[in-house]
C-alpha cells in the first residue's frame, strides 16, 4: 500500500512554517503498514495544487492532503480537486447548519466567506472537524484508462484526503477519519521500527560492514536497514513490515542481532538514547568507577568545556564527574595542571605527549579514576601542514595506564569541538567496557 503526502501552503513554501504534518502523517500511516512514497510540498495557488494532484493520484492508494480548505481565498484545495474531478462545487446543506449554529453558539456573524466551507465537489464527502469549521473532504479518484497499463501493480483508483493544515485539527480528523480506511485496506500489516547508534566511523565504512554481513542493506531486504548521519553519529534506521506485529517484532530484533554481529560494540545505543547517557550508564554501573567515584575529570583546551558540558547533561552526574580544567593558553596547561613548559615547547600544545600530560595532570590533581583531555586545532585559522585544521589529540588517564590518539576531522569549528568531544566519550566507553577501540 502507497501513499502520498501532499502539503500545501504559501507559508510552507515559503519556509515560515515548518512541515510538520507529513512527518507526523508518514509516522501513523508507517504504524498500520502503509508506505508513504513521497512527501510533496506545493504553495496556495490552484493550478499548482490542482498538478500536484494529477501527478500523483496514479502513483498511490491514498493520497493525504492538508491546507488550504479554510475560509478564505488562498485557500483554493476544494477547487483544485473539484477541477481534478471534474466536478462542480455543490452546498451540503447539513454542513451550512452546522456552521450556521457554530457562528450562532458564538454570537459571533458568520462571514459570507465561511459559506464556501460548506462546498463540495460533487461526487465527494466532507469529513466532520469536531475542532474547527473547516470540514474535510473525501473522494475517490479512479484511475484513467492508459493508467493501468502504464503502471503495473499500482491500484486502479486513489482515494484523496483533505483536511485542513492547521496540525491540531488535523491529527483529530486523521486518527478519527483517515486512518482507519487505510487500516482497513492494508490488510493490518505492521511497520515496526528501530534505529541503532554508532560512533567513530564514517557512514560508508559502516555500509562496508553490514554489506559484508550477509548484505543487511541490500534495498528489498525486509526488514529493511539503511543509514544516515547527525552530528557524527552514524545510525542504522531498521524498519519491518509484516502482517503481525508478533511477527514484525520478531524480525526486528532478529536483523538487530545480524547488525550487531556485524559491528560489535560500535553500536553505542538506540533510539533515544545519547553517547553521553550511555557513558554514564557505564560509569554508573562500572564497580571500579564506584569504587574511586566520583570517577571522571577533564582537561580541555579546544573543546572550552564541551566534554565536561556533555558528561554533565545527565541528572545525577554529580556521582561520577568531579571537575573540569579548561586549560586554553599555555600557562593555563601548566599552572592547572602542571604540563611541563618544555613539552609545550618542544612538542606544541597540540601534540600527544601534550595531551597525555594534560589527562595525567588532571588525573593527578582532581584525585578522579578517569581524566579525559582535549587539546587540538578548531580552525578556521592556526592550521599548518603537518597540524591541518581539525587536527585533535585525545588522552585518557586510566587507573592502570595513559591512552593517547591524534584524529584528524572535518568539518567547521563547531562540528570539530562537538567530534572531539564525542570521541574522548567514546575512547572512556571503551575502557569502561573493557574493550579496544575497533577503529
Ligand atoms: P490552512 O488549513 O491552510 O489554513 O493552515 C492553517 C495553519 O496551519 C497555517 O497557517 C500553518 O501555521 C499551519 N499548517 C498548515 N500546514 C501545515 C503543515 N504541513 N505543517 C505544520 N503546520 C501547518
Ligand atoms: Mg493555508
Known sequence: ??????????ELTLGQTVDTNSAWISRQLAAVGCNAVRHLTVG??????????????????????????????????????????????????????????????????????NSIQAMVPRGATLIENTVGTAAGITATIQASADRATSLHGVPLECRIFCMPGVPKEMKVMFTRDVLPHVQAAGGGAVILSRTLHTFGMGESNVADLLKAHGDLMQRDRNPSVGTTVS????????????????????????TEASCRAALGDLIYGQDHQTLPAVVAGLLFEDPLARKWAPAV???????????????????????YFRQGYITYQNEAKTNLIGVPAELLAEHGAVSEPV???????????????FALAITGIAGPGGGTLTKPVGTVCIALASPQRVQVRTFVFSGDREMI?????????????FQLLGKPVPF
Not at 577533564?298 to 556521582?319: M, N, Q, V
Open 355 to 369: 595531551a597525555e600530560a594534560m589527562a595525567k595532570g588532571a588525573q593527578c590533581q582532581s584525585g578522579a579514576a
Open 297 to 319: 575529570a577533564t582537561a580541555e583546551s579546544c573543546t572550552g568545556g564541551l566534554l565536561a558540558k556533555y558528561l554533565t547533561d545527565i541528572p545525577g552526574s554529580s556521582r
Open 231 to 254: 552530528e557524527g553519529v552514524v545510525s542504522l534506521r531498521l524498519n519491518a513490515r509484516f502482517p503481525s506485529a508478533d511477527q514484525a517484532a520478531r524480525e526486528l530484533n532478529a
Open 1 to 10: 500500500m502507497r501513499a502520498i503526502i501532499l502539503s500545501i501552503g504559501d
Open 417 to 429: 569541538r562537538d567530534r572531539s568531544a564525542k570521541m574522548a566519550l567514546t575512547l572512556l566507553r
Open 44 to 113: 496556495d495557488a490552484q493550478s499548482d495544487i490542482e498538478s500536484a494532484i494529477r501527478d500523483a493520484v496514479p502513483l498511490c492508494d491514498f493520497l493525504i492532503c492538508s491546507g488550504g480548505i479554510g475560509p478564505t481565498e488562498d485557500d483554493l484545495t476544494r477547487q483544485a480537486l473539484a477541477a481534478v474531478m471534474g466536478m462542480e462545487l455543490e452546498l451540503d446543506a447539513a454542513w451550512m447548519a452546522r456552521l450556521e449554529e457554530f457562528f450562532r453558539k458564538l454570537n459571533r456573524p458568520m462571514s459570507p466567506l
